[in-house]
């Protein structure tokens, strides 16, 4: 059973950092893209950052460009996503996916989801 365990959100200032993790379980994980998503209430969910198997491709959404960045350990089945100068508009519950399509920001190539992590900056 592929399991996807997000850590790391919290409550923060604007402009502070916070790292997120994406500890998967159930899928040989070096075989998979993932990516980071994230839903605000009352919005879609919004692609955010994603990563192909050996970190080669990294796309960002425009939003978050110059402020996060996503990487992975191969060797610990784990993603992260560095989130710097947080923005209120940032707040929003986080989700890591994993897939083995091309096309890493579109959800719907998304195969597994974790539960998600909150993130709330406040201004």
């Known amino acids: 059973q592929v399991q996807l365990v997000e850590s790391g959100g919290g409550l923060v200032q604007a402009g502070d950092s916070l790292r997120l993790s994406c500890a998967s379980s159930?899928?040989?994980?070096?075989?998979?893209?993932m990516g980071w998503f994230r839903q605000a209430p009352g919005k879609e969910r919004e692609f955010v950052a994603a990563?192909?198997?050996?970190?080669?491709?990294?796309p960002y959404a425009d939003s978050v460009k110059g402020r996060f960045t996503i990487s992975r350990d191969n060797a610990k089945n784990t993603i992260y996503l560095q989130m710097n100068s947080l923005r209120p508009e940032d707040t929003a519950v986080y989700y890591c996916?994993?897939?083995?399509?091309?096309?890493?920001?579109?959800?719907?190539?998304?195969?597994?989801w974790g539960q998600g992590t909150q993130v709330t900056v406040s201004s």
């Open positions: 996916a994993a897939t083995r399509a091309t096309g890493l920001t579109a959800a719907n190539k998304y195969n597994y």
């Open positions: 159930g899928l040989t994980f070096s075989h998979y893209s």
């Open positions: 990563i192909n198997w050996n970190a080669a491709y990294t």
